[in-house]
């Protein structure tokens, strides 16, 4: 699968732009840029210059410094929230689909609750009650997802199991975790794969709109929905403001959508 | 299959049509014209029960009256013609006007004053914070148009206090509960030069005039205000001329005037200094507790950069709690001058290091406050943010929590909080409403001044001047009490506020009352 | 299957915010301006019915939601928690309504022809168009939209409820993610199913291309489009808070965040239970829905 990968040009671009973006992020400190977070009032919402690539904020921070900075939050929570979401869902798609029977069943039911049950009214629920914050928004989030990958999880490998060589481990006498881990995850995996990068994406998202209605991030850290947030009230003296974070969004979206796009395709090449 | 298509699309549209229908109206610009004047809030009008306080001031002052009127030349007639003062100060008579009628019929004397009086004693709980009514012992109804008000003991702001937007306005007696208003009332019938004609709760309020006014009729006939939450939305509506008016100092940023007061077809307006912008350190709350952090924090805020960089020089930089323009605050106090070395130093005198660019610690725990503003304030969101940049230098870890009005309220009666943003009350309130309030729930300041070692001898010191008839005393005592809330540094002081307009110039004569919170429509005009 | 759902969703609403810190008596006695004293806290506690065991008050809770009496907000004792709810669910109602007629329209006329033009400029730039659609967060595509339409062409008002013009921007970019799913979906089903057999018998036969395309692929392409339709309606719904938040539509997501802003935590309550309750009647109203278009299910259901 991973040649495949490899000959698709586009998915390539993909990887490599990614790369670069987190790169960026983890290595934000050492690179010389203005402090994200150095207030000067007295040059606020100025155009682009040489000391201030893309302008200053409301509040005379760096655009350009806040932008690179908020790689951070932006996609390293993204990360840790598609983590944290496949490993539950993964942990509990695995044991259910595996040992089947009750357990199955009762884990099932609460799968459909929770999917029943609208994400965004979830969402707004959890912070509603926990409060804003960067930490309450990763929980809610992987509140609502960890369901979906469970269901997920759970069909493959029911399917998995059902192959050959599983069914000739169970009764060979094989330990199960010995076939949880060593045979079902790594067919699993690739599917995982694929899906994560899909959702990826929807995280970013999702943590960017909370963010940018004042529920996630709170001031003074710099994140590209927070920054849309206090672009938006300065639309008509600086849209230059407005189209910064947005762009980065977007192209950072799109090129995880534009991966697991590739992903999936080099899994499964009948899908068009 | 098709066929099937199609009546999905069907279904939706009629879905549509159908919601539609019990859609709210269109709130669009045909409410402009000659004789309709477009104003904006940035929430609903609510309550407009005038013994209570939750609703807006400016409908409050459209809608009531009040005995006295409070002008910049001082107190003049209003509902009474004429008043006298009894020689020992303790009894009030007026004599009322004859011509005044409630806009339900009803006749306006002083049985109905009365009545107005004793609903809002009969809710005196509620109304701590003005101390007229804590010392008001009767009120009569001499004959049908002399009140009698008898006090404990003199005051000598009652004048003033009468004249405030609220409680002390009448509303006719039949729209009472019971004789009282604390449950609520059955009706908005006041004496005032406009009627409440409709609200759509959130979208639009509007207000007619009273055309059976016992006064001089206002030149507008008709008041529309919509409901816009958002800052960038308002300045939008006005440039696009879907409103005519925004108007307080809350609700139009320092740019936004720059701007309408250069641009074709608009104008912008500044009154006098009104009120003292300033932040309220609770003195019960960790590291606050110590006098040295908080002079730390006195010096370390430039009010000067503030002033120019976020309010462009429309609000001056305050040194004292209540500029020295405002009566009996001449006191001599020396201020905190802005020095980043001098916080430092007295940060190190309290006991907190810090190593390198660290946040300051003491005994194990970093030095961590919280401010608290309004969600819906502009200027204090930016000040916070300002803020935080700052003191991160100093070794601060200052966190802003913005919520929205009702929780904002909330936490600061309740004491919840670490730093707030606070005003004083502006003319007439200053100082004796503003001190007064000090001595009860009403804002942030009884609950954050507990833990001062003096606060019972603060209130008592209150309470003596605002009954004081002689004047030494009354100047000893307010310059004891803004001594000490100086000296403990309680108040951070930021700027003078000033109250500002920016209008359509087909608006008239838009000018400022004493109180911030009112807004004299009856005085404007529309250029047809 | 519905029954227990409901009820889920009402006892997961009801331990939420349960779970809060804040005492309810002291904030209803506060919005009063009342002080709150020990004998006030205590007193309104008891009217409150706070001191009673929790699986008391979650009954007492769920019987009276069930005759719609939420209580009183907590920021204007004035206002009822339902009344809040029934002055902004039509609201949203509304937008969503408008956005679903947006989507179906925009997706199946530029689905199907773009699987009709395969492969030239036009579909190329629309799926470019649908793939960064999927990418842009929509409150930055309503922003973008409210800059240029509203203040720089000036033709529509920024925000606000009210008649048609009001609704338009709002309507539009909450459709946008959508329709981007949706005109894929429908073009790849079209392409899928203009190179399965029946197509070719069909063309061989002589029927126009027309009767082919229209009666024949598109019938069948559009089946699966109608049930993910179907399951984006609630969603559509629910996810309305962010272009309401921009576009200041005065709907039920604008009341919630409003809410958690000035921790009003029965609106929450309430919010949660309503928009649950409604996603479950919305699936099931698909599932009669599906049932009814697809006669396969049908016999065997």
């Not at chain 2, 001082?74 to 303790?90: C, H, M, N, Q, Y």
């Not at chain 3, 629910?238 to 609106?267: K, Q």
Request: with cysteine; charged share 20%; glycine share 6%.
């Amino acid at each position: 699968m991973l040649r495949r990968l490899l000959k698709d040009k586009s998915a390539v671009v993909c990887v490599a732009f990614i790369v670069v973006v987190m790169a960026a992020g983890l290595l934000a400190d050492t690179v010389p840029l203005n402090n994200p977070n150095k207030v000067n009032v007295l040059a606020k919402l100025q155009a682009p210059s040489f000391a201030y690539p893309l302008g200053t904020d409301h509040l005379g921070r760096c655009t350009l410094s806040r932008l690179v900075h908020g790689i951070r939050p932006t996609i390293f929570l993204s990360l840790l929230t598609m983590c944290c979401t496949i490993a539950l869902g993964s942990a509990i798609g695995l044991l259910s689909g595996y040992f089947r029977g009750r357990v199955d069943e009762v884990v099932m039911r609460v799968c459909d609750v929770m999917l029943s049950f609208p994400s965004q009214v979830m969402i707004l629920a959890v912070v509603g009650v926990l409060g804003p914050g960067m930490m309450n928004v990763v929980a809610a989030n992987i509140l609502i997802k960890w369901a979906w990958y469970g269901r997920m999880i759970r069909s493959s490998v029911i399917r998995y199991g059902e192959k050959g060589y599983v069914l000739f481990s169970k009764v060979s006498g094989t330990g199960a975790p010995y076939i949880v881990f060593r045979h079902l995850l790594p067919g699993v995996a690739s599917e995982l794969l694929v899906l994560a990068s899909l959702d990826m994406g929807w995280v970013i998202l999702n943590i960017s709109t909370l963010s940018f209605l004042g529920l996630g991030v709170q001031a003074p850290t710099a994140e590209w929905g927070a920054m849309l947030n206090e672009a938006k009230d300065v639309m008509v003296r600086a849209p230059l403001q407005m189209l910064v974070p947005g762009v980065a969004i977007m192209t950072v979206v799109a090129a995880f959508n534009m991966l697991g796009d590739s992903l999936r395709d080099a899994l499964d090449p009948k899908t068009v | 299959m098709l066929r099937r298509v199609l009546s999905c699309v069907f279904v939706c549209f009629m879905l549509l049509g159908i919601v539609f229908l019990f859609s709210p109206g269109e709130a669009s610009a045909s409410d402009r014209d000659d004789e309709t004047l477009v104003y904006v809030n940035f929430r609903d009008i609510r309550d407009l029960n005038p013994h209570l306080y939750a609703g807006e001031m400016y409908a409050q002052n459209l809608l009531y009256e009040s005995l006295v009127k409070i002008t910049e030349k001082g107190i003049e007639p209003w509902l009474a013609e004429k008043w006298d003062v009894s020689e020992d100060g303790r009894v009030y008579t007026f004599h009322l006007r004859k011509d005044v009628f409630f806009t339900d019929g009803e006749k306006f004397d002083a049985a109905a004053a009365k009545a107005n009086f004793d609903a809002v004693l009969d809710n005196i709980q509620r109304h701590g914070w003005l101390e007229m009514l804590r010392l008001m012992e009767r009120v009569e109804a001499v004959d049908d148009y002399t009140l009698k008000i008898g006090l404990k003991e003199p005051y000598f702001p009652m004048l003033v206090e009468l004249g405030v937007t609220r409680p002390m306005r009448f509303i006719s007696p039949k729209c009472m509960k019971d004789g009282v208003t604390k449950d609520g009332v059955t009706g908005l019938i006041g004496t005032g030069a406009y009627i409440l004609a409709e609200n759509t709760v959130d979208q639009k309020a509007v207000f007619v005039r009273n055309e059976r006014y016992w006064g001089e009729k206002p030149a507008i006939k008709r008041i529309v205000v919509r409901v816009i939450p958002d800052n960038q939305t308002r300045v939008l509506a006005l440039e696009k001329g879907e409103i005519d008016l925004i108007y307080g100092k809350n609700m139009v940023d320092a740019e936004s005037m720059e701007r309408f007061a250069a641009m074709n077809g608009f104008k912008a307006a500044l009154s006098e200094p009104v009120s003292t912008r300033m932040l309220l350190l609770n003195t019960t709350r960790g590291a606050l507790r110590d006098v040295n952090v908080r002079k730390a924090l006195q010096h370390a805020v430039d009010k000067s950069t503030i002033s120019e960089g976020i309010f462009h020089g429309i609000e001056s930089p305050a040194d004292f709690l209540l500029a020295t323009t405002v009566p009996y605050c001449d006191v001599g106090l020396k201020p905190y001058a802005y020095s980043m070395e001098s916080a430092a130093d007295l940060f190190r005198k309290a006991g907190w290091a810090r190593s390198g660019k660290s946040f300051l610690r003491k005994d194990g725990a970093s030095l961590e406050l919280t401010l608290l503003y309004n969600a819906n304030s502009v200027p204090e969101r930016t000040i916070a943010e300002y803020l935080q940049s700052e003191w991160a230098e100093l070794g601060v870890d200052l966190k802003i929590l913005g919520e929205e009005e009702q929780s904002y309220r909330d936490r600061q009666k309740a004491g919840d909080f670490d730093i707030v943003f606070n005003i004083s009350w502006g003319t007439p309130y200053d100082p004796q409403s503003f001190l007064g309030g000090m001595r009860t729930v009403v804002y942030g300041d009884y609950m954050a001044q507990q833990g001062l070692k003096e606060k019972a001898k603060l209130d008592e010191s209150i309470v003596k001047a605002l009954v004081s008839t002689d004047l030494e005393e009354r100047r000893a005592l307010f310059a004891y009490i803004l001594n000490l809330l100086h000296d403990e540094a309680v108040y951070i002081p930021l700027t003078y506020e000033r109250n500002r307009a920016v209008f359509n110039e087909r608006v008239r004569n838009v000018t400022f009352n004493p109180s911030q919170f009112e807004v004299p429509f009856e005085k404007m005009s529309l250029e047809k | 299957m519905l029954f227990p759902m409901l009820l889920g969703i009402s006892f997961i609403a009801f331990v939420l915010v349960n779970l809060i810190p804040a005492d309810p008596a002291e904030v209803a006695l506060r919005i009063n301006d009342i002080q709150p004293t020990e004998e006030a806290i205590a007193l309104m506690r008891e009217e409150l019915g706070l001191d009673r065991p929790f699986f008391t008050r979650y009954l007492q809770w769920l019987s009276k939601s069930t005759r719609f009496d939420f209580g009183a907000t907590f920021t204007n004792a004035n206002r009822t928690v339902a009344g809040e709810i029934a002055r902004s669910l039509p609201a949203t109602l509304e937008l969503s309504a408008a956005a679903l007629v947006i989507v179906i329209g925009s997706s199946l006329l530029l689905g199907v022809s773009c699987a009709l033009y395969r492969d030239t400029l036009f579909d190329r730039s629309v799926r470019l168009f649908v793939f960064l659609g999927t990418a842009m967060p929509n409150y930055w595509v309503g922003l973008l939209l409210m800059w240029f339409f509203a203040l720089k062409l000036d033709l529509l008002p920024t925000s606000g409820g009210g008649g048609w013009k009001n609704l338009i921007l709002p309507a539009v970019t909450l459709s946008l993610t959508y329709i981007s799913t949706y005109i894929r979906l429908i073009r790849n089903n079209m392409i899928e199913n203009m190179s399965e057999e029946y197509v070719l018998y069909a063309n061989a036969r002589g029927l126009k291309q027309r009767t082919v395309v229209f009666g024949h692929v598109l019938r069948n392409s559009l089946h699966s489009c109608v049930t993910a339709l179907g399951m984006s309606v609630p969603q559509l719904i629910a996810g309305a808070f962010v272009v309401e938040n921009v576009f200041a539509w005065p709907g039920i997501g604008r009341l919630c965040i409003s809410a958690i802003f000035n921790r009003d935590y029965p609106v929450i309550q309430a919010y949660i239970l309503v928009m649950g309750v409604l996603f479950i009647f919305c699936n099931l109203a698909v599932d009669i829905l599906h049932c009814f278009m697809d006669p396969r299910l049908r016999r065997s259901s």
